[in-house]
């Protein structure tokens, strides 16, 4: 553990240095580690970890693309690679990464197959923490911990083969073993985070449902368009009105803000742009706050939970998701975009 402070808070992390990879081959070194589902988390931490020298099998149902997937990845069906209530039998680690949706139809199967002793492990606090909503209350005779990637399961794939990792929290939430804390911690390592944070279940999604409703994704998107729309109502062109949103953002400072913050970026900006942006950032601030606060309460509440388990559970819900993708890519926000990417140098 590092005693770090972050802007004055203290905070105990752990990073390679404190606890290396050796050493976390060494204390899983007899264990069998399964990753149940194949989809975009699964395939990441499976193959970090089978590179780092874990020993891996994948769980997954068969007959989907995930399996086919899993199958063109390496894995043997019947020696690393089997349907879910086997791989979770021959596990001491079960790496629960179906859907948050899949997690509540397959808990049954899984539930039945643990083992006294095994350690049950979460990419995200959803299914435990609105327990009322999916059912899934872990058996009391397993440890129940979680480390969640800060990011896409592809990025976390990526980032390792170059020998970077993504940040990830960790938590425990039953430790029947005792060794619950040191078994998260080996595994957050050997999936190729970077450095770890402590958590709990509740604040991993609160923060997490927060974070993609809000600035991640929802916010963004929403405020893209608002900015993009009023350009164009004033009669500016779209590559003015894209390039004025979304690409300068993307291309020239977000990347900028990524190595060195966001005063660095103010400070590469003109002294134009700095003066208005430090004055307007006030108001989108004050005004944006109770919005955030509106967002938190509804995730808090349940609420955002609830909706989601409900789409999920009606059978045209990816049908419907493709229209409302095909809508979004139809804009002409959107469009313009493709129209922009295609223009940049290096795709000429
Ligand atoms: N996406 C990310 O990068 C990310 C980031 C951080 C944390 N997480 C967390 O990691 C976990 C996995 O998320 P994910 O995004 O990787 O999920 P995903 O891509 O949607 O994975 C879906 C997987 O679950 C399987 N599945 C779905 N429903 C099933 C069912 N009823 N029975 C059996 N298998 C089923 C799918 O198999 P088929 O192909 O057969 O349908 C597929 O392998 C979640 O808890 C998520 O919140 C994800």
New binding site residues.
């Given amino acids: 553990m590092a005693q770090l402070n972050f802007g004055g808070t203290w905070e105990e992390v752990v990073t390679r240095d404190e606890y290396p990879l050796p050493q976390a081959q060494q204390y899983l070194a007899n264990k069998t580690i399964a990753v149940l ?6 395939p ?1 931490q499976a193959l970090n970890l089978k590179d780092n020298g874990f020993n891996v099998i994948v769980g ?2 068969p ?5 086919d997937k899993a199958v063109a990845d390496g894995w043997v069906a019947g020696e690393t690679l089997f349907e ?1 209530a086997e791989a979770t039998q021959r596990a001491d680690v079960v790496m ?8 509540i ?2 808990w049954p199967v899984v539930k039945e197959n643990l083992n006294p002793g095994d350690t049950l492990y ?3 606090g ?2 435990v923490t609105f327990n009322e909503q999916t059912g899934i209350v872990p058996p009391d005779d397993v440890d129940v911990v979680l480390v ?7 990025s ?1 794939r990526t980032l390792f083969q170059q020998g970077k990792g993504l940040n990830s929290s960790y938590a425990i939430f039953q430790d029947v073993t005792g060794k619950a804390k040191e078994t998260a911690t080996a595994l957050g390592i050997g999936v190729g985070s970077g450095y770890l944070f402590e958590t709990d279940f509740k604040k991993e999604v609160y923060s ?1 449902l927060t974070g993609e409703r809000g600035i991640l994704m929802g916010a963004i998107a929403g405020l893209f368009e608002a900015q993009y729309n009023v350009l164009r109502n004033n009669g500016h062109s779209p590559s003015e009105a894209f390039n004025e949103t979304v690409e300068e953002l993307t291309q020239s400072l977000m990347p900028l803000v990524a190595d060195n913050g966001m005063d660095w970026m103010y400070a590469n900006t003109s002294t134009t742009a700095q003066r208005g942006a430090l004055d307007w950032r006030h108001r989108f601030r004050e005004t944006n706050t109770p919005l955030f606060e509106e967002l938190y309460a509804s995730v808090a509440s349940g609420e955002e939970a609830r909706v989601v388990i409900e789409a999920n559970q009606k059978a045209d819900y990816r049908e419907k998701l493709d229209q409302e993708l095909e809508a979004l890519r139809n804009s002409e926000i959107w469009q313009t975009g493709q129209q922009v990417r295609k223009l940049r140098p290096e795709n000429g």
């Fill in positions: 589902g194949y989809g975009v988390q699964g990441g997954q149902r007959g989907g693309a995930s399996w879910l629960y990464l179906l859907s948050d949706a899949g997690q139809s397959a979460f990419s995200h959803f299914a969640a990637p800060k990011g896409s399961g592809r976390l997490d």
